[in-house]
């Protein structure tokens, strides 16, 4: 049995979060994937509706006032917001759900939502952190810059996650996420 967990991932940007959330979404392929807004322009081989739903600003402000968001912060200088509805009818229905979302916005989801639990992904260290991006080859320099400043204080808050998970091989990382997912929504 399946129960219906709603598992808010988060970690600094290059850690690895995608990576091993499109890995464990072809493993356990009922995962319900939470696509958010944003504002941020599209990197290569990202799609939209899939990825991230890429909108401009003002269709962002239009969703904020019309109370379309479960929570939204502005990341990285962009704007990032989880959209309420295919969350609450995912777990209605009974399935779990999984988001990948920037610290302050997963404490707001653990304030709002009995169902997340949060997991934070960490980066062997800081300078695996920065090949990491630069190797993605998708950020300007600034960017990645304001990327790594944010990671010191995003990584303060690993502490307010029930787990965590260094990824530094990727195999392990993923077999380790796996068995979180398993304990904590089968039953
Ligand atoms: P995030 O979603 O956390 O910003 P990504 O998933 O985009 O990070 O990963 C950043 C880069 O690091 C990508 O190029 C990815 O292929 C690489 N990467 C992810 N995990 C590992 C790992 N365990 N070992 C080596 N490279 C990794
Ligand atoms: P990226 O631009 O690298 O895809 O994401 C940058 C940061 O924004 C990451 O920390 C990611 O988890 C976060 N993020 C993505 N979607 C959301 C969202 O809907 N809400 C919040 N608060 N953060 C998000």
């Known amino acids: 049995m399946i129960k219906p967990v709603l598992f808010v991932i988060s970690a600094p940007s290059g850690a690895g979060k995608s990576t091993l959330i499109q890995r464990i979404r072809a493993i356990l392929p009922d995962l319900f994937y939470s696509v958010s ?22 269709k962002f402000l239009e969703m904020i006032q019309s109370g379309a968001f479960l929570e939204w912060k502005e990341v990285h200088g962009s704007m990032y917001g989880t ?4 969350i609450r009818t995912a777990l209605k229905n ?51 810059k304001t990327r790594l400043q944010n990671a010191a204080r995003e990584l303060q808050f690993s502490d307010v996650f029930p787990y965590q998970i260094v990824n530094l091989d990727l195999e392990r990382a993923t077999q380790e996420l796996i068995e979180v997912i398993r304990r904590e929504s089968e039953y």
């Open 37 to 58: 807004y944003t504002t941020r322009s599209h990197r290569q081989g990202e799609m939209n509706s899939i990825d991230y739903y890429f909108v401009d600003k003002e």
């Open 83 to 86: 959209p309420l509805e295919p």
């Open 94 to 144: 009974g399935r779990r759900c999984v988001m990948d979302i920037d610290v302050q916005g997963a404490l707001e989801v653990f304030a709002k939502m009995k169902e997340s639990i949060g997991i934070f992904i960490s980066p062997p260290d800081s300078r695996i952190l920065e090949e990491r991006l630069r190797s993605r080859g998708s950020d300007s320099e600034e960017s990645i």
